[in-house]
């Protein structure tokens, strides 16, 4: 009497299509995750410049009621290179005596900009070269 022995398993071709699904669905969630990233990159970028409005307040009561020179402060350079460092491109700086402008250009393409006025949110287009309102 001959006995035989039962071979239990996968196929090459079975073990080819599981390998197939998996990485399909890995790029599909690691396109998800750079999406996510760049938000984030975008939200915290926009915190940024958001803090630079307190701080331009401060400045502001410090200087003689001015504005001046703001861009060149110490805590204003601090958070324009946060927001830099956090993916912020094309960062814009000015300020005269009475006003302020700052931009950003954010991942997503939108100008973020805040303003000595309070305006403060994204743009389509940049506010333009020595421009001290949003």
């Avoid at 398993?9 to 079975?14: D, K, N, P, V, Y």
């Avoid at 410090?62 to 993916?87: D, K, M, P, V």
């Avoid at 954010?106 to 506010?127: H, I, M, T, W």
């Amino acid at each position: 009497m001959i006995k035989r022995t039962l071979q239990r398993g996968f196929t090459l071709i079975e073990l080819l299509v599981v390998i197939a699904i998996i990485g399909i669905l890995a790029a599909v969630v690691l396109t998800s995750l750079n999406d996510a990233r760049d938000n984030a990159n975008d939200a915290s970028a926009k915190s940024s410049i958001t803090s630079i409005r307190a701080q331009a307040e401060i400045f502001y009561n410090e200087n003689n009621y001015s504005y001046a020179n703001l861009c060149a402060a110490a805590e204003i350079t601090r958070l324009t290179g946060a927001a830099t460092a956090q993916g912020a491109q094309n960062l814009d700086c000015d300020s005269s005596a009475t006003d302020y402008a700052v931009e950003v250009q954010l991942r997503s393409g939108q100008y973020f900009c805040v303003d000595s006025g309070g305006n403060a949110g994204e743009q389509a287009a940049s506010k333009g070269a020595a421009a001290t309102q949003c």
